[in-house]
């Protein structure tokens, strides 16, 4: 089972950020938060991952609390093609498991 | 680089009939994986492997079988294609950082239907 709980959907403004939410309460000290995405019938794509700093490259921001129980991934200028399932996962005995994932829609 | 490769794109079976899948990737990694997804669903691991020569089962492994004999391919076998296994089948492949860190790289699929 998924270690990860996030909203089914979230709709967001062309050009406005988009900060998608993840519980994992149950993560272990060592584990890193990992966030792909799923555009319409491709693959998965990686995004960014992160264990205790926030962290940012190109694509992202992840944003982990303190007590590293939740995780925001950012997106600062969400564009039409960003719409897409996006995924946040803890490994489980070394293995991704995806979830259902959150459907974000950019809307124009 | 290409990346991953997955071969074919789309394929229509009769039950009982066997097929192999094959994924290939050009980036030197270690690891690959299988997955099937169905709709609106996520991904589920199927097989994969650590190493050529090497295939360990993973959540969904019943009527499946894979071989790693080169490190660049990665085969999935269905013996007897039941329409359960209408399905999207992924193909990924990662070199990790350490034993926590880890970027899976994924093919664009292969569309499976099963009648």
């Known amino acids: 089972d998924a270690k990860t709980t996030q909203p089914p959907s979230m709709d967001c403004a062309e050009g406005r950020a988009a900060n998608l939410p993840c519980n994992h309460s149950?993560?272990?000290?060592?584990?890193?938060v990992y966030w792909y995405r799923q555009i319409h019938s491709q693959g998965p794509q990686y995004i960014i991952h992160?264990?205790?700093n926030n962290e940012t490259n190109e694509m992202a921001s992840l944003i982990i609390t303190e007590d590293r129980k939740s995780s925001t991934l950012i997106l600062p200028h969400a564009t039409l093609r960003d719409t897409a399932v996006y995924y946040c996962i803890v490994r489980v005995a070394g293995k991704l498991i995806f979830g259902q994932g959150t459907t974000l829609q950019v809307k124009p | 680089n290409a990346g991953v490769t997955q071969t074919p794109k789309f394929r229509v079976l009769k039950t009982g009939q066997s097929m192999t899948l094959l994924c290939a990737q050009d980036?030197?990694?270690?690891?690959m994986y299988w997955y099937r997804q169905d709709p609106g669903m996520g991904l589920r691991l199927i097989h994969y492997s650590v190493g050529e020569g090497t295939t360990a089962k993973g959540e969904v492994p019943d009527g499946y079988n894979v071989s790693r004999l080169k490190k660049q391919n990665f085969l999935l076998g269905l013996e007897s294609a039941a329409p359960s296994q209408t399905s999207v089948y992924f193909c990924a492949s990662s070199y990790p950082f350490d034993s926590r860190q880890e970027t899976q790289y994924f093919g664009p699929g292969t569309r499976l239907l099963v009648l």
């Open positions: 149950t993560i272990s000290g060592n584990e890193y």
């Open positions: 992160g264990l205790k």
């Open positions: 980036m030197n990694h270690e690891y």
